[in-house]
């Protein structure tokens, strides 16, 4: 929100641009950014509300509200400002809310996950909403930043775009979309360097306008809603863009991590960046600068680190998370590089949010590829992994553990084994599908593994296809993820195909879907403009999803594996005497089911159906595999 300049009166920026009344938490951070407004006294006269703290954080321009709205009913209240002799007047609306926190129901194992990026996908016109002003801006900032023919700049997708491709998503049989970053990244773009990725935020309440607008937004969630879809809205905490209005003028000389740099760039000797290296966060004898280097350093230079241990940077965060739900609708939350923040403020982030959502979800990204890491971050998990609590407070290391609140981890070692199998014979203990199986042994870290998103390749990785076109592997890769105890997600384009490594740059794993854009020589939105191949691996992968959807079996059945011998490895869910196979024949040449070796699963007798052909198969005997054969067969 700004207030209205006049000849007299200076323009303010406030957040949040609104607030809701009946929260759990009654406690509203109001950050007011403008020319020395840390000079002013501030009143408010509305029946409910109380003034709990007036904070001048460090710079002349900025000042910290803190109300108490409990008592407050809906409705619009002034705002008043004295600086000097004059005093600014704000009107500030606090809104009813939708519905209850308790009725917002977040994506769970039930769903599957589309992750797409919304700068890739597909292209409309989105100006007929917006004023003059940001028309033109607009304008201006397609001609400088949209260039198709660059992967590492923008294409000039939109929200406009998805939303009139929402049937898509239905007629694929996905339930819920996750867009990469949609809020302001008013970068200056040159060369091959861009944002079009959107994880260098550069205004918190605001959608990109390259994107749309909030309005555009929310349209598109409530539609996505009426067609039974859900949202996950992607934030980061960790870092803001180096265009944010923060770097240039910041709040408090504590608001980032290292801001020493930002007082002279050029100085290599004051600028940290990150280790990348995530283990020091809960290695049990992790060293100070280890540590510090992980959860202090920049992710990169155009990413400044916020301080999550400065209770008004947390505050601000906790706030614009839960502005979006209830502006917008979302039904979830993935969080990025989770563990380079402060694990004690990310902690009550989703406590609070837990608190006020008890049945929403978030995800958030722990890139490391062993089950141990992974697990000790979900919600609940019991053990310390650091054993060294006294220690670190005598160290003066505030990074001891804490209950993360976090309900769901992404399962990068399911990723990371499933990448390497399709390239292997599993013909050993240690390798082809034997890693998957190897993996899987150990749920037993997790408290919840059916709160864990499993996925088979993503925008930050190399496609699962690579540069080939293997539907074997990937018919087996998916198979396997739609079928055990996990959320599965999976990344646009997979169901026709697309491919790319990440060999050159990250664009080659992020093309454009084909048919997004107005001119595009190739629509494969549409069955008439897929290959044979895109087509058959569609309809496949549709049938499956669809099956999918609603299956009691999938989505609360036990899960039972057998160790994989002479290359067939098979995993069996079982729900009210209802019960799914899934079978991999993880060699290139022709296998065999041993029907005795899996008799407790199996009664004589049994006659099972293939849920995407509808082929029987009589499981109680044996049969042959073909080379890479994967089945998803279903009995009673």
């Known amino acids: 929100m ?15 641009t609104d607030w ?65 002799k004059k005093t600014y007047k704000q009107k500030y609306l606090l809104k009813n809310r939708d519905m209850a926190g308790s009725q917002r129901k977040g994506f769970s194992n039930a769903d599957v996950l589309y992750m797409l990026m919304p700068d890739r996908f597909a292209s409309a016109k989105i100006d007929a909403d917006l004023d003059s002003k940001s028309k033109a801006k607009v304008q201006s900032q397609s001609q400088r930043l949209v260039n198709r023919s660059e992967p590492s700049l923008r294409h000039g997708g939109n929200l406009e775009g998805i939303r009139q491709h929402l049937d898509y998503f239905t007629n694929l049989g996905v339930t819920a979309l996750w867009f990469t970053p949609v809020l302001e990244n008013n970068s200056t773009d040159s060369g091959n360097q861009s944002t079009y990725h959107g994880y260098a935020t550069t205004d918190y309440y605001r959608v990109d306008p390259l994107f749309g607008t ?31 209005p923060w770097v240039a003028d910041m709040p408090s000389k504590d608001w980032f991590n290292k801001p020493e740099w930002l007082a002279s760039p050029a100085d290599s000797d004051k600028y940290l960046q990150t280790s990348y290296k995530l283990t020091p966060v809960l290695d049990p004898y992790a060293s100070t600068i280890d540590l510090q280097e992980t959860t202090e350093g920049w992710f990169v230079p155009s990413m400044p680190d916020l301080n999550q241990r400065n209770p008004h940077v947390m505050r601000y965060l ?56 992974t697990a000790a971050w979900q919600k609940d998990y019991a053990k310390d992994p650091t054993n060294r609590v006294e220690e670190r407070k005598i160290l003066g290391n505030p990074q001891t553990i804490v209950n993360s609140y976090l309900p769901t981890v992404m399962d990068f070692a399911f990723y990371d084994r499933v990448n390497a199998a399709k390239n292997e014979e599993t013909d050993a203990w240690w390798n082809g599908l034997n890693r998957i199986y190897n993996s899987l042994v150990y749920d037993y870290l997790y408290p919840n593994p059916s709160s864990v998103m499993a996925f088979i390749d993503n925008h930050d990785t190399d496609r699962f296809l690579g540069e080939g076109k293997d539907t074997l592997a990937l018919k087996q890769a998916l198979s396997l993820l739609l079928t055990i105890k996990r959320i599965p997600q999976i990344y646009y384009g997979t169901e026709i195909l697309m491919n790319g490594t990440k060999q050159v740059t990250d ?90 070796r899996y008799a407790e699963a199996v009664p004589a007798g049994t006659v099972a159906k293939e849920v995407t052909s509808g082929r029987k198969y009589n499981i109680s005997e044996n049969f042959k595999l073909s080379p890479r054969q994967s089945l998803v067969l279903e009995y009673q």
């Open 318 to 373: 906790i706030q614009n998370s839960f502005w979006w739900i209830e502006t917008v609708g979302i039904d979830g939350i993935r969080m990025d590089t989770y563990p380079y923040a402060f694990k004690e403020g990310m902690a009550q982030w989703m406590k609070e949010l837990l608190d006020e959502y008890p049945n929403f979800n978030v995800v958030g990204e722990t890139w490391v590829t062993e089950p141990a890491y």
């Open 2 to 16: 700004v207030l209205s300049a006049k000849p007299s009166q200076p323009a303010f920026r406030i957040d949040p």
């Open 214 to 244: 909030n309005e555009q937004y929310r349209q598109l969630t409530d539609e996505a809603h009426a067609k039974g879809l859900k949202i996950v809205m992607d934030m980061i905490f960790n870092h803001c863009g180096f265009d944010h």
């Open 507 to 596: 664009g080659n794993v992020r093309k454009d879907f084909p048919g997004g854009w107005q001119g595009d020589t190739k629509n494969a939105f549409t069955q008439e403009g897929m290959t044979q191949a895109e087509k058959s691996t569609f309809r496949w992968l549709s049938k499956l999803l669809h099956w999918r959807q609603n299956n009691d079996v999938i989505t609360k059945g036990i899960q039972t594996h057998w160790c994989p011998v002479d290359g067939v490895y098979v995993v069996r869910r079982s729900y009210n005497g209802k019960s799914v196979l899934t079978i991999l024949n993880g060699t290139s040449k022709e296998a065999t089911f041993q029907a005795k």
């Open 20 to 84: 809701y009344v009946g929260m759990k938490n009654s406690q509203l951070q109001l950050m007011v950014y403008g020319p020395n407004i840390a000079d002013a006294t501030f009143t408010v006269d509305y029946e409910g509300v109380r003034v709990e703290d007036v904070v001048k954080p460090g710079s002349p321009n900025y000042l910290i509200i803190y109300l108490d709205i409990a008592a407050a009913k809906a409705g619009e209240m002034t705002l008043n400002f004295k600086l000097g």
